[in-house]
């Protein structure tokens, strides 16, 4: 594994607030606060001490015809056909991918005009038929890409929606908001005519805050909110399903044991999405994104302390706004931490279609590239149906798996702990080597990360597997120095403009 920032003008020295890998290709799209959109082709160094290349390939916006104000998010259809991308004023664009004598084009395929406020976050259904929005309006959209027109409106939520996430078996949608909140909508399509709507989404979940059981039992439990209030410094909260559609992992937690608070994300059983599974260890600041590798992995037998029963790994990365985490399901602690990249706040995370890059957008205006070694993450799991491609830990024809729900995984020869909501705190002192990028010299050094991790808590009414022999300890992390990218001089626009705060009112 080999990775940094790439000092390369990405977006004029103006934020990058958004990036996106093609389904069946290395090329990556990313998106600014300077109005533009850019297709960029990722390539390997022929040199193992350089880092990965980016190339740029086209602008999509060459002269502001297009977006007129900073684009906050752009996502590539499944189909690889469409590129959607969202912008502050509530503007929404579908690019369509044209062959032309040169190679290929995006032109614009549809203008999507309905929300009056900024655009926060999209995702495209698993058919690439429909689109979901979420915006500073308060509201999501459902869009019919095909016709470009309004589906369905979802209202609820009472500040911005930052993050929204479709279930890849098509049954849920997941929206995120600063108000404190999850929402989880069920399909209900109505009537059985061939002319019913066939989306129809239903609100079935609020989830705002979970009961603790106090240390004094005559004392009645106490209540915490789940998530970070709108002073959270950041407009994303991106959330993301697993491939499989088996779990949903929430950022922006936040869980306060006693007088510690902690920044945490909280993984969602599809068996029960009205109250989080499990707690992931916190992180020493807020979590803003979460993304899947879209390639799975076959198991390592390494799944002893493991939470899940799956037939394969599912890997995933998290970033806090200055960390980056990747977790896979056999494991506990963070399989990689990376730290220290950037000078400002992370924004998004995209994995290639071959799980060879993993990365990372920041609005100090750079980006961060992290390559893997061929197998590095695991061998791939080949589902049925699908064929390996030679090249790189991937699958083609990636179709969603069905799977009812995740099981926690409890051994028959370990005492099991009801927790109701939260039972039980391990912490475990797990200290990480990873490699990163120090780009004042271009070698790369090796650092040592702390995980900054307690065990994951499980906060519903799920086995916990505990060992006897396993004590509660606090890490102490260990810095790791990396040398930022170089701050421009340039008069550029670090920052998005103040938006207008209110006050949210928390429905429990």
Known sequence: MRGGTVQINWHDLQPVLSLDFHPASRRLATAGADHDVKIWVIASDASESKLPTATFQSGLVPNGTAHSSAVNVLRFSPSGGYLASGADGGGIILWKLHSTEDGEAWKIHKT??????????????????????SSVDNTCIIWDANKGIVQQKLEGHLHYVQGVAWDPLG????????????????????????????????CQHTLVKVEYPSNDESKTPVKSHLFHDETLPSFFRRLAWSPDGSFLV???????????????????????????AIQL??????????????????????????????PYRVVFAVATLNSLYVYDTESIPPILIHAGLHYAAI??????????????????????????ENEELGQP???????????????????????????????????KVEASPVAVTVAENVTLTNRVQNTGTGELVEGNAASESKKPVAVDSMEVDV????????????????????????NSASSKPTKKRITPIAIN
């Open 171 to 202: 049954q849920y949608i997941a929206s995120m908001s600063s108000d404190r909140t999850c929402k989880i909508y069920a399909n209900k399509p109505q009537g059985k005519s061939k002319n019913a709507d066939k989306v129809n989404f239903v």
């Open 112 to 133: 999507l005009l309905f929300h009056h406020k900024d655009v926060l976050d999209l995702h495209w259904s698993h058919d690439s038929a429909f689109l979901i929005s």
């Open 381 to 415: 799991h080949i589902l049925p149906g699908t064929k390996e491609v030679a090249e790189g830990n991937t699958t083609c024809e990636k179709k969603p798996v069905s799977v009812d729900s995740i099981e926690v995984d409890v051994s028959a020869r370990k005492p």
């Open 281 to 310: 260890p916190g992180a020493s600041k807020a979590i803003v994104a979460v993304r899947f590798c879209p390639v799975l992995f076959k198991p390592r037998g390494s799944n002893s302390d493991g939470f899940f029963k799956l």
């Open 250 to 276: 929430l950022p922006a937690g936040v869980s306060k044991h006693s007088t510690e608070v902690i920044n945490t994300a909280y993984i969602m059983s599809r068996r029960d999405l009205s109250r989080p």
């Open 467 to 490: 060992s006897d022999n396993k004590v509660k300890t606090v890490t102490s992390p260990v810095a790791v120095e990396v040398t930022p990218p170089p701050v421009s001089t340039k």
């Open 347 to 372: 924004t998004d995370i995209a994995w290639s279609s071959d799980a060879k890059y993993l990365t990372v957008s920041s609005r100090d205006g750079y980006c961060t590239i992290i390559e893997f």
